[in-house]
């Protein structure tokens, strides 16, 4: 086995080159060595490219035209410069976002696509948005299962190969009706029953799998439902958190196809974009562990109606349930205990309910605002 010829050479350099060794083989970590775990020659050579050799990490992020990619891109290019992070999906920006820094075409299932992303731009770090959503996935398990798993396989093979350091979300949505509810802690059953879920709970176990056994420096948060103003996301189960401001300010009155009572946690998309800069910021040394959930707010439907009737009293909202996101809903967690987060690497949220329907509105005011003007 190659891999394992070269794994062996390596570790008794290791041993060899260092001082006052206590000589205990057994003891050595094996993720202070970086080899592919995919089959390689013998002869090619394993290398992690350090943060040193740059002033700025340099940013892949796949499935950027979804919700949150834009916006991570456009606070990381703030911080990092407009070309050190790069913007990446199989579809066609539209013109705003093709002009505002790199895009590039990658499909995360085509492994050598990504492998020469990778290397012809000096990637070092990667942020893995490309997923289909709970309700989306259950409409197409086989799509699901493809670009959530397969293709989640590819990243993790690339990143250990190449030293990046990769984040990956998971969400409330790796958990299921055995799971505690409120609140669901870091560290309990997770017995997810949609496709999402499974693949949620498979990129956690996968991530750290591959950062005891090859250290791969991979960090995951696990988001509540995201709500933004200018982008919307696509076949989830929380989406009608976006939609009922976009059919407020349209029409007055939403569908709502969950029930009124249904309690989830949600948070402002700022929050969240700032969770995942700072937590693939944080030292190694503050991370105790390497999947975290982190909160906002919980609410239901009725209590997010409420706050923005106080606002647009005219606003009716009725209900229509949809079974499937129902069912999925009540199998998620009430309220998320992100106290590990809070404690490790000092995650504080900005928006509870009130902020959040604040900022929703002043951003469509001052759309229409200059919708008028225009
Ligand atoms: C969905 O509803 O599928 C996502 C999620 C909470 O993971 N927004």
Redesign the pocket.
């Known amino acids: 086995m190659p891999v394992i010829r070269t794994l062996s050479k390596v570790a008794k350099q290791i041993l060899l080159s260092t001082p006052g060794c206590g000589c205990q083989p057994l003891t050595v970590a094996v993720r202070n060595i970086s080899f592919s775990p995919r089959q390689v020659t013998s002869d090619a050579s394993f290398h992690s490219v350090s943060f040193s050799e740059t002033d700025h990490p340099k940013v892949l992020i796949t499935g950027g035209l979804g919700q949150l990619g834009v916006g991570l891109a456009k606070m990381l290019r703030k911080r990092f410069g407009k070309n050190n992070v790069i913007l990446s999906d199989i579809r066609k920006p539209p013109s705003s976002v093709f002009h505002s820094g790199p895009f590039i075409y990658s499909d995360i299932l085509d492994y050598k696509n990504l492998r020469e992303i990778v290397v012809n731009n000096r990637i070092t770090w990667l942020v893995h948005y490309s997923a289909l959503?709970?309700?989306v996935g259950e409409a197409n398990v086989a799509l699901a299962r493809s670009v959530n798993i397969t293709g989640l396989h590819n990243i993790l093979d690339i990143a250990a190969e190449h030293g990046l350091r990769l984040f990956v979300p998971s969400?409330?949505?790796a958990f299921g009706p055995t799971s505690p509810r409120n609140p669901t802690p870091d560290l309990c059953v997770q017995r997810p029953r949609t496709i999402?879920g499974v693949s949620k709970v498979h990129a956690e176990l996968m991530g750290e799998y591959y950062h005891h056994r090859y250290g791969l420096d991979f960090r995951c948060l696990r988001?509540?439902?995201?709500i933004s103003a200018d982008s919307m996301?696509g076949g989830?189960?929380?989406?009608y958190a976006v939609q009922i401001f976009h059919d407020a300010i349209k029409s007055s009155k939403f569908q709502c196809n969950l029930r009124p009572d249904t309690r989830l946690p949600m948070m402002y998309i700022d929050d969240c974009l700032r969770a995942t800069l700072e937590v693939m910021e944080a030292p190694v040394d503050t991370l105790t562990m390497r999947t975290y959930n982190i909160n906002a707010m919980s609410f239901s439907p009725e209590e997010l109606a409420q706050e923005l009737q106080k606002q647009m009293p005219e606003l009716e909202v009725t209900y229509d349930i949809d079974h499937v996101r129902q069912a999925i809903a009540d199998s998620w967690p009430m309220n998320f205990d992100d106290s590990n987060a809070r404690r490790d690497w000092g995650w504080k949220h900005d928006y509870d309910l009130p902020e959040l329907v604040q900022t929703m509105l002043n951003f469509f005011d001052a759309e229409s605002r200059m919708a008028g003007a225009n």
Do not use: E, H
């Not at 988001?223 to 995201?226: A, E, L, N, R």
């Open positions: 959503l709970s309700a969400t409330i949505g999402y988001y509540p439902g995201i996301p989830g189960t929380t989406d």
